[in-house]
């Protein structure tokens, strides 16, 4: 089976777009058009759901194929709610000024979720929120939020962004790792550059020694062990979450999407890449197991 058809499996964005176009069209007023909207999306995303997890428990798909397959679940939800939303709110005379992006960022945006994890979405402008910029973006969240989904957002512009990013540590992690959803996509472009050259550029010492303290306060109040009765697969010591350390450190050194372009720099060996991605993968679907055991996050 092709990327293309195990992709359609899970979800078939553009037939399910043309679905809503009819929904809407046929809707007799704005709530009804909305209500149909919600779901027929719900419905869409409990369908992606079970086919990413029926896959992973055939065997059918390892612990990170299953996160990058929910990463492509929710990118599709969000593409189509993006659209509508524009339908809903179209603007007669677009300016500059109603620009508007849609960025993953996170975990969300590095292309790894777990079945019950949060989105991280950032809501990018120009300079600063209009009217129809805030309805948009209201829309897009009230549906994503009537559809169950846990969502953590925010609403900046580059400049915000860049402010933010220098101040906190968090919110800087956050953004190396943003990934563009839909809109426009220049506006994102110019983030990304102004990203690297008034954030990333000449603070590489500064971001390691930050994420090693980090890492060590984590530890610390987690057990400083990796010998523990009921080990956290996420924040623990050697857990996930110490691999996507190692990960921030060198892609913001190194500039790189993924770990063995790190080979090419001569930071990792072949092996020692190709370890990486093992050992990554044994953990992803340890994690995905716990979450579908469970029926709810847990990294336990």
Same mark, same amino acid.
């Given at each position: 089976?092709?990327?293309?058809?195990?992709?359609?499996?899970?979800?078939? #964005? /553009? &037939? *399910?777009?043309?679905?809503?176009? @009819?929904? !809407?069209?046929?809707?007799? %007023?704005?709530?009804?058009?909305?209500?149909?909207?919600?779901?027929?999306? #719900? /419905? &869409? *995303?409990?369908?992606?759901?079970? @086919?990413? !997890?029926?896959?992973?428990? %055939?065997?059918?798909?390892?612990?990170?194929?299953?996160?990058?397959?929910?990463?492509?679940?929710?990118?599709?939800?969000?593409?189509?709610?993006?659209?509508?939303?524009?339908?809903?709110?179209?603007?007669?005379?677009?300016?500059?000024?109603?620009?508007?992006?849609?960025?993953?960022?996170?975990?969300?945006?590095?292309?790894?979720?777990?079945?019950?994890?949060?989105?991280?979405?950032?809501?990018?402008?120009?300079?600063?929120?209009?009217?129809?910029?805030?309805?948009?973006?209201?829309?897009?969240?009230?549906?994503?939020?009537?559809?169950?989904?846990?969502?953590?957002?925010?609403?900046?512009?580059?400049?915000?962004?860049?402010?933010?990013?220098?101040?906190?540590?968090?919110?800087?992690?956050?953004?190396?790792?943003?990934?563009?959803?839909?809109?426009?996509?220049?506006?994102?472009?110019?983030?990304?550059?102004?990203?690297?050259?008034?954030?990333?550029?000449?603070?590489?010492?500064?971001?390691?020694?930050?994420?090693?303290?980090?890492?060590?306060?984590?530890?610390?109040?987690?057990?400083?062990?990796?010998?523990?009765?009921?080990?956290?697969?996420?924040?623990?010591?050697?857990?996930?979450?110490?691999?996507?350390?190692?990960?921030?450190?060198?892609?913001?050194?190194?500039?790189?999407?993924?770990?063995?372009?790190?080979?090419?720099?001569?930071?990792?060996?072949?092996?020692?890449?190709?370890?990486?991605?093992?050992?990554?993968?044994?953990?992803?679907?340890?994690?995905?197991?716990?979450?579908?055991?469970?029926?709810?996050?847990?990294?336990?």
């Amino acid at each position: 089976m092709s990327e293309t058809k195990r992709q359609r499996d899970i979800i078939d #964005r /553009a &037939a *399910l777009a043309e679905e809503i176009a @009819v929904l !809407r069209t046929e809707a007799r %007023d704005d709530m009804g058009g909305r209500k149909a909207v919600l779901e027929r999306l #719900r /419905a &869409a *995303l409990e369908a992606g759901r079970d @086919v990413v !997890r029926r896959r992973f428990e %055939d065997g059918k798909a390892s612990g990170t194929r299953a996160g990058a397959n929910l990463t492509f679940l929710f990118d599709q939800i969000i593409h189509i709610a993006h659209d509508v939303a524009a339908e809903e709110y179209p603007s007669a005379n677009p300016t500059s000024a109603d620009r508007l992006a849609i960025a993953a960022v996170g975990g969300y945006g590095r292309g790894e979720m777990a079945p019950f994890s949060d989105i991280d979405l950032l809501f990018l402008l120009p300079y600063k929120q209009t009217p129809r910029g805030e309805q948009m973006v209201e829309y897009i969240l009230y549906l994503l939020w009537d559809l169950g989904v846990k969502v953590g957002h925010s609403t900046r512009s580059t400049t915000d962004c860049v402010r933010l990013a220098k101040q906190d540590l968090t919110i800087r992690t956050a953004l190396l790792e943003a990934r563009f959803l839909r809109g426009d996509q220049a506006l994102f472009l110019e983030f990304c550059a102004a990203f690297q050259e008034r954030v990333v550029t000449g603070t590489a010492v500064e971001f390691v020694d930050g994420k090693l303290t980090e890492r060590d306060e984590r530890h610390k109040k987690l057990g400083d062990s990796r010998y523990l009765v009921e080990p956290n697969v996420k924040d623990g010591k050697g857990g996930l979450r110490d691999l996507q350390t190692l990960f921030w450190i060198a892609k913001y050194t190194y500039q790189v999407d993924n770990v063995s372009e790190l080979v090419a720099h001569d930071v990792l060996s072949d092996e020692e890449a190709r370890n990486f991605a093992k050992d990554q993968n044994f953990l992803w679907t340890v994690r995905f197991y716990l979450h579908y055991l469970a029926d709810r996050a847990e990294e336990r």
